[in-house]
């Protein structure tokens, strides 16, 4: 019999920081892709670039730049000062923000895409019936380009399940606080405990494939109801 003790621990973790990400890429990444889908300055597409870097970035360079950042020395420790810390680094909030941007270009890009398909007709309708920037947004833009946020939160929260280089560079490997599923797989590997490594190896595999499948769903059922 397996011992799943300190298995659990891990997929707790795993789902809490992919939750918390997700969900803070969503508040972050909205305004964000609307600016990049409707904004005409010249400056736009390099903006663009920053957020998808982590796509080509090896995560071991984003995350040695984030380890500094969140250290004692850097930013992130100048914020854990304000609450009786001493870094940001190796704790669950440091996990966040490196998921944070690490994902980013997950959940922008698809959400970006749907706004810019939206086009111009739909939001002129709504100013001709005199509604406010606001109002077309929330009740116009956003519904109109549910497909993009589905698609975004699919995504950002999948690539958060499997991260390992940023999160083991800036969260190391601490039972209960930052050791994630993908660090535990490394974990039982080197430790020569095949049957846990190949029990969560297995589910990760699952889980990436469900997440494909549920992509392409949806994908297919938005080009099916549009005109």
């Known amino acids: 019999m397996l011992d799943f003790t300190d298995i659990w621990p891990a ?13 803070v890429l969503l508040v ?32 071991t360079v984003l995350g040695f730049y984030l380890l500094i950042a969140l250290g004692p020395d850097g930013p992130g ?3 854990a000062g304000l609450f009786g810390g001493r870094t940001l680094a190796f704790t669950f909030e440091g996990l966040v923000i490196g998921s944070v941007i690490y994902s980013m270009p997950f ?3 698809p959400i970006r895409n749907a706004f810019a ?10 100013a001709t019936l ?10 116009v833009a956003v519904p109109l380009a549910r497909s993009g946020f589905l698609t975004g939160a699919v995504l950002g929260f999948a690539h958060t399940i499997g991260e390992f280089g940023v999160v083991l560079m800036i969260g190391g490997n601490i039972p209960g606080e930052t050791r994630v599923l993908s660090v535990a797989i490394y974990d039982y590997v080197e430790t020569l405990q095949w049957a846990k490594a190949h029990l969560l190896a ?6 990436a494939f469900c997440v494909i499948l549920a992509v392409l769903l949806i994908e297919k059922r938005i080009a099916r109801v549009t005109p």
Request: zero cysteines; charged letters at 15%; hydrophobic letters at 55%.
């Open 28 to 59: 972050v990444g909205t305004p964000l892709a609307w600016w990049l889908a409707r904004s005409r300055a010249r400056y736009k597409e390099a903006v663009a670039a920053v957020v998808a870097m982590p796509l080509v970035l090896p995560p």
């Open 77 to 79: 420790g100048a914020i």
């Open 130 to 139: 005199r509604a406010s920037p606001r109002d077309t947004f929330w009740h």
């Open 202 to 207: 297995g589910g990760m595999l699952a889980f």
């Open 11 to 23: 997929v707790r973790l795993t789902l809490a920081l992919a939750t918390v990400t997700t969900a």
């Open 107 to 109: 959940v922008v890009q």
């Open 117 to 126: 398909a939206i086009g111009d007709a739909p939001l002129e309708v709504a």
